[in-house]
T-cell receptor, first 115, second 117 residues
Framework: AQSVTQPDIHITVSEGASLELRCNYS??????LFWYVQSPGQGLQLLLK??????LVQGIKGFEAEFKRSQSSFNLRKPSVHWSDAAEYFC?????????????FGTGTRLTIIP | DAGVIQSPRHEVTEMGQEVTLRCKPI?????LFWYRQTMMRGLELLIY????????DSGMPEDRFSAKMPNASFSTLKIQPSEPRDSAVYFC???????????????FGEGSRLTVL
């Protein structure tokens, strides 16, 4: 069965600083990888996804992520964070041909932004 | 365009009572998912439907939980009888898989926060 590990439970970053959130997955075949963001009291919103092709994917809100097969990683990055980026971030892996039928989510990383 | 709509947003009930959570997916979407979110276990997939048919309910914790999708625009998740350990936020999500194309995106509702006393 597939699994996702987000090793950082909580990260604090200064506004304007760069950000990298880690995600490692375990799956025998080519995974479908996603990053979702959840603001307090809200549902999850898709930031970006990787299905195939270019291993560096761009998403909304200035986020990007890089798929590294050799490291089984899909880390999320942003060059300069804004206070509005404070939220919880979830990495997820899908296993079906269409990728979204049985998503397995990581436990999330809570991002705090300090002025 | 309306997103996924869930009701109620908050529910407080006593142990042993029946709880019904409701979901209206985005019009035209052919997949519907129920997730549960807790601090201890994170986001867990409970069940999902394709074209109103339950495909995988292996995540449903026990027989006290049941879910239905009588039509393309409505689904319910029922807990009977409820227990304090069922306290969680329950999310409904929908997605579209059209032939040859897949966005891979789940559209989530804002969740139903359930507290069982």
């Amino acid at each position: 069965a597939q699994s996702v590990t987000q090793p950082d439970i909580h990260i604090t970053v200064s506004e304007g600083a760069s950000l990298e959130l880690r995600c490692n997955y375990s799956y025998g075949a080519t995974p479908y990888l996603f990053w979702y963001v959840q603001s307090p009291g809200q549902g999850l919103q898709l930031l970006l996804k990787y299905f195939s092709g270019d291993t560096l994917v761009q998403g909304i809100k200035g986020f990007e992520a890089e798929f590294k097969r050799s490291q089984s990683s899909f880390n999320l990055r942003k060059p300069s964070v804004h206070w509005s980026d404070a939220a919880e971030y979830f990495c997820a892996v899908g296993i079906s041909n269409f990728g979204n039928e049985k998503l397995t989510f990581g436990t999330g990383t809570r991002l705090t932004i300090i002025p | 365009d309306a997103g996924v709509i869930q009701s109620p947003r908050h529910e407080v009930t006593e142990m042993g009572q029946e709880v019904t959570l409701r979901c209206k997916p985005i019009s035209g979407h052919d997949y519907l998912f129920w997730y549960r979110q807790t601090m201890m276990r994170g986001l867990e997939l409970l069940i999902y439907f394709n074209n109103n048919v339950p495909i995988d309910d292996s995540g449903m914790p026990e027989d006290r939980f049941s879910a239905k999708m009588p039509n393309a625009s409505f689904s319910t998740l029922k807990i009977q009888p409820s227990e304090p350990r069922d306290s969680a936020v329950y999310f409904c999500a929908s997605s579209l898989r059209s032939s040859g194309k897949n966005t891979g995106e789940l559209f989530f509702g804002e969740g139903s926060r359930l507290t069982v006393l």
